[in-house]
């Protein structure tokens, strides 16, 4: 972490959003003098914060360097300076000193040692507090205004009265303003892409946003009937148009209308320019990766000259969810009815392949309301990636989601909101 920089007249800093990055940004800049507002629209700070890590608020990545930017997807580079100047290392020392007992599970991901995300809100809030941030909630950013290419103030409604149904305009003039309005993804969260359409207006570029950690939408019918269905330890390939995308193990499960769980969400981040139409995306599933295609080959002779009177679906109950027989032996194109002794050697290399490669076509993303991070965003070649302020209007700046980029699964994305909101503070 560098050292800080205090200013020398309590300038205004405006912050929008008051989420992670936002709160992260308003308390660093109170810590350097700057006199800050943190306009939040909602009822209270850090709606999504809340629901991260399954309330558990996974927030960061205890790894070293290379395993963060390999965890990012979107403009891994540009986040060399911020998070240099604020690691994964550095988050977790924050929360301490912030009295905020950690944990470290499985891969690295850092938790509050109380399960609960609250607590993470609650160091951030206290933090702010100590700093002397002031915090105006239902204050809803409409605006930024400029003047000869400087940001000086930002134009809000404030949102009062029964239902919130009043609501009052009002201008709060600034010499530096920080953009932290998140993504598109959960939307009752109050995050619903605001920082987009106010950025734009300025004549910053907006990677068009796509929801990513999301389902995927399969139009299958036999894939809808496995609905409930979860598997472990399969292996997942996706392609588009025969490029593979994507390959890992792990966990998924049969939604109805698609595929989902960790496995399949972390796939979802390669879509970027997936064609859809025709099949031309889809994933193979092995139903058995751990054991070798010999080894499996040798088990479907075995079982299948045991039970030679048997269907192939009684002989070869063993290794397979019930469930999964009728949508593998339409792959396979072999009637699950036919008696074991009449299965041909062409027939067990189609249950082979399949078994080893399930194919599903994937024909799109679920929505933005299911996904856990939004990809596009800010274009970052608007932005300079040492001070994140625009490279359009002095004195504006940017920081966490709201920007063009986005990490898999395992703290990296709320990693990637301290760094930048450090780095905005401390420019
Ligand atoms: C279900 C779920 C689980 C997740 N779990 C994890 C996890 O465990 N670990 C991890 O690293 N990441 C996780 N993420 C991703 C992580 O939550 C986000 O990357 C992170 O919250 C982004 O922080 P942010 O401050 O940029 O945006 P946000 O947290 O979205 O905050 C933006 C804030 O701006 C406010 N706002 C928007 N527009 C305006 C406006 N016009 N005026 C005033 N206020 C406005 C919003 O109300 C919101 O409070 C999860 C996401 C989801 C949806």
Known sequence: MAEQKTVKEAERAVVIGGGAAGMFTALHLARRGF?????EHNEKLGKKLFITGKGRCNFTNDCDRDTFFSSVISNPRFLYGAYSRFTAQDAILFFENADLDVKRERGGRMFPASDHAYDVIDALKREMKRAGVRVHLHAHAEEILT??????????????????RSTERKYLDAERIVVA??????????????????SARLGHGI????PSLVPLLCTETDTAALKGLSLRNVSLRLYTEERLLFEDFGEMLFTGDGISGPLVLSASAYLKDAVFDNGKTYVLID????????ELDARLVRLLSATQAKTVRNALRELLPASLFDPVFRRAGVDPDKKA???SAEDRHAILRTLKGFRIAVSGRGSFAQAVITQGGVDVRGVDPKTMESRIVKGLYFAGEVLDLDAKTGGFNLQIAWSTAYTAAQA
């Open 181 to 198: 309005t998140g993504g598109m993804s959960y939307p009752s969260t109050g995050s619903t892409g605001d920082g987009y359409a106010m």
């Open 35 to 39: 006199e800050v507002v943190l306009l």
């Open 147 to 164: 003047n000869e290419g400087r940001a000086v103030g930002v134009c809000y409604t404030v949102h009062g009265g029964a239902e919130r």
């Open 207 to 210: 990677v068009p946003p796509r």
């Open 287 to 294: 139903l058995k990766s751990a054991i070798p295609e010999e």
């Open 341 to 343: 002794g009449m299965v």
